[in-house]
């Protein structure tokens, strides 16, 4: 009696097991994939929007003296731009080295008053005066810049007077 061959269900079960894991994989490289493009795309999409309101902030430093005996920088900084720019910081720097000021004053009408951030409305204008004493000597040049929340900077050199 010769014995008869089927086929196993084993081979059935593998193929599935094969099939399942294929499908497993597909979806979670998929999933990833989609992920991981919308994480890149809404990063780019953010950075161009940054971009783009920074360009619609324009901060513009109209005016800009240095005394080295009170060691005061005074500045007026406008907003030549469509949105209100929110400065945030000052640089003063010279030919070797740089200064960046968080703090500053801010003239109201009557007097000044210290700030870390003043925001500037589309074509207005604002004082600022930092206290840079025993860095900004008389007879050199320092480019100052302001710095504003969104990224925009405006900058200008000055000399220093006595």
Excluded at 99 to 114: I, L
Aim: glycine share 8%; net charge negative.
């Amino acid at each position: 009696m010769g014995l008869v061959r089927r086929p196993a269900i084993s081979e059935v079960i593998a193929t599935l097991l094969l099939i399942v894991i294929a499908v497993s994989v597909g979806t979670v490289l998929v999933s990833w994939a989609s992920s991981y493009s919308s994480n890149a795309l809404g990063g780019i999409a953010s950075s161009a929007y940054r971009a783009q309101e920074a360009l619609r902030q324009y901060p513009v430093i109209e005016y800009a003296t240095a005394n080295a005996s009170s060691g005061d920088v005074t500045l007026m900084v406008s907003d030549e731009g469509q949105l209100p720019a929110t400065v945030t910081g000052v640089i003063i720097s010279n030919a070797t080295s740089y200064r960046y000021y968080a703090q500053f004053y801010v003239y109201n009408g009557a007097s000044w008053a210290q700030s870390s951030s003043v925001q500037i409305q589309p074509y207005g204008v604002v004082e600022l005066r930092v206290d840079a004493y025993g860095y900004v000597e008389a007879g050199a040049p320092y480019s100052i810049s302001v710095l504003t929340s969104s990224g925009a900077r405006a900058s200008t050199v000055v000399g220093v007077g006595p």
